[in-house]
């Protein structure tokens, strides 16, 4: 068989653990179980966007068909269209070729099989196996009982298969409203999973479907839905999250009593679960709606389209999840590591370029007035292939606020009154005198340069510790800089009572209106990462201008994942 497309990376990363599906992958192909056949899919509700739980699920299901040179299915949940929209199916799309992998010819939609799961439906009801209730929806759940009391049935349960098959055909035919009755399978109200107890399979909602239209007016409900589909599109491991456990009866039943070709294998794995941020869809949309951040591409979102923005890569997402791995428990990864493996990418693929986020000038008065010298600037101090570009130096500069101390700390090795430093790659220069406005404001430095330091070193032996990032004055361009933090200061701040959006962080946006950057940046194209020296990584946001590039930090230089030695 062919191998789902990924990009060359994807393809040639390391071969993933053994984790406890891929021993399941295993023995069913020692023993001849599926004729050796892997076939995977990945079934996303079209009711919001993907974000960073949802990229395990990808990279698992695709992966799983790559290492077993099978093939995986994209295929859409989309059977509730009060909620569902194109767009989020064209950004789910967009989502799943970002990180780097292909479904080729099989994509496909669950309203692909309307007409068959109604037919399906049907044959329950002919089998004494599915029956129309009347019943509201409160009663239904009143009905089932709890987990310590049993349901009782439904006094429109041992209604006749003629009755419900002429119920059920009037309920397609749009002659009853939202909520007048529901189909349900006929199984076991006194079943101790809950689930069990029988489930609503249809009901009624007269809403157009982004697909169908109005053809429908009764849609299925998921647990009957995905089972079937992924029978008819020959599946052969259903992977789904720990959460569809219980349900894993369900899905059985509903297989084992229906005419479907084959009877795929459901597997649960634990969810993914985030510091300092949440994966629930609900919630990521209250967040949208009411605003708090500013839309589902907002970059302290958790959504893959927001980690895009924010100038993440599909390679850190994909080592980021093998490093996480596949188990059954339940457990909270740190947000250290994804920005770990994220500076590990992009250590390797980032140019180095100079930005000052808040500009101090600093005039070193020996240098000639007018005088402009092309620095020579490697774009990556360890990849040659990678280029240089030229950086001009000029008497007056702009430098980092913070890299100056009027009254230097013990072990300040910046910029202080009679302190030389080495401005990176052009000359060492002391500074001489501070100016200051009149609130008392330090506005300007004065400093002197020794010529003979050019380059940034010097013949004599002497030792410089600091050295800064500077910009010329006359060449610098403007920029924004939107600097991101966690989205939460609570490390689970689903946790315990309360609203969620109390943990909201009020510092996870800060925007520095008045950066200056080198010439080079403005030829930066939008999305691409870049290091800016010594502040962090940092990606060309979409609302840049030709007037004023815009740039988001991706994420800071230190690494406190690493240096903790998780």
Same mark, same amino acid.
């Given at each position: 068989m062919t191998a789902p497309n990924a990009d060359d990376s994807a393809k040639s990363a390391p071969a993933p653990a053994r984790d406890f599906i891929r021993q399941i992958v295993d023995e069913d192909n020692r023993t001849g179980k599926w004729g050796g056949r892997v076939h995977t899919r990945f079934p996303p509700e079209p009711n919001g966007y993907l974000h960073i739980g949802h990229a395990k699920s990808i990279c698992l299901n695709f992966g799983l068909a790559r290492d077993f040179g099978g093939l995986c299915n994209l295929r859409f949940d989309d059977t509730n269209p009060a909620k569902e929209e194109v767009e989020y199916v064209d950004a789910i799309k967009d989502d799943v070729r970002w990180l780097g992998f292909?479904?080729?010819? /099989?994509?496909?939609?669950?309203?692909?099989?309307? %007409?068959?799961?109604?037919?399906?439906?049907?044959? &329950?009801?002919?089998?004494?196996?599915a029956y129309v209730d009347d019943l509201t929806q409160e009663e239904i759940r009143a009905y089932r009982g709890t987990l310590t009391e049993t349901g009782k049935n439904s006094p429109?349960?041992? /209604?006749?298969?003629? %009755?419900? &098959?002429? &119920?059920? /055909?009037r309920m397609r035919a749009g002659e009853f409203p939202d909520g007048a009755k529901v189909l349900r399978a006929k199984i076991d109200m006194q079943s101790p999973n809950v689930v069990l107890r029988d489930p609503v399979i249809y009901r009624i909602k007269h809403v157009e479907h982004h697909r169908t239209g109005n053809t429908w007016c009764i849609y299925p409900m998921y647990d009957y839905t995905h089972c079937i589909s992924d029978a008819l599109e020959g599946i052969t491991h259903s992977i789904c999250s720990l959460e569809f456990e219980n349900n894993r009866p369900l899905y059985d039943w509903v297989l084992n009593n229906l005419p479907v070709p084959g009877h795929p294998q459901q597997i649960e794995f634990a969810r993914l679960n985030l510091s300092y941020t949440v994966l629930s869809k609900r919630k990521l949309i209250q967040l949208v709606t009411e605003k708090a951040v500013s839309g589902w591409d907002d970059p302290r979102l958790p959504t893959l389209s927001g980690i895009r923005r924010r100038g993440y890569t599909p390679e850190a997402m994909r080592d980021f999840c093998e490093r996480i791995g596949v188990s059954k428990a339940d457990s909270q990864v740190d947000m250290a590591l994804l920005e770990h493996c994220l500076r590990e990418d992009l250590n390797r693929r980032a140019k180095r370029l100079m930005a000052v986020l808040r500009p101090l000038k600093l005039v070193i008065e020996n240098y000639p007035e007018g005088k402009v010298e092309d620095i020579h600037f490697p774009y990556h101090p360890e990849d040659e292939s990678m280029g240089a570009r030229t950086v001009p130096f000029t008497r007056e500069l702009y430098v980092e606020r913070d890299d100056f101390m009027e009254t230097p700390a013990k072990k300040w090795f910046r910029l202080a009154p009679g302190a030389e430093v080495r401005l990176r790659h052009a000359y060492y220069v002391t500074c001489t005198e501070v100016i200051k406005d009149s609130a008392g404001e330090v506005v300007e430095l004065r400093c002197t340069h020794d010529p003979a330091t050019k380059g940034g070193w010097s013949?004599?032996?002497?030792?410089?510790?600091?050295?800064?990032h500077w910009v010329s004055a006359a060449h610098a361009l403007p920029a924004e800089v939107r600097l991101y933090d966690r989205l939460f200061t609570k490390e689970n701040p689903s946790e315990g009572k309360g609203d969620f959006k109390d943990w909201l962080n009020p510092d996870s946006l800060t925007v520095v209106a008045n950066a200056l950057i080198e010439p080079a940046l403005a030829d930066i194209a939008v999305g691409e990462n870049v290091q800016f020296e010594r502040l962090g990584y940092f990606c060309v946001d979409k609302d840049s201008t030709a007037a004023k590039r815009v740039f988001n930090r991706s994420v800071a230089l230190k690494d406190s994942w690493a240096k903790g030695g998780r």
């Open positions: 292909s479904w080729d010819d /099989r994509m496909f939609y669950a309203s692909d099989y309307f %007409e068959k799961l109604y037919a399906f439906a049907e044959q &329950l009801i002919e089998k004494g196996l429109y349960r041992d /209604r006749a298969p003629a %009755e419900n &098959l002429d &119920l059920f /055909r013949d004599d032996g002497r030792k410089v510790k600091g050295t800064i």
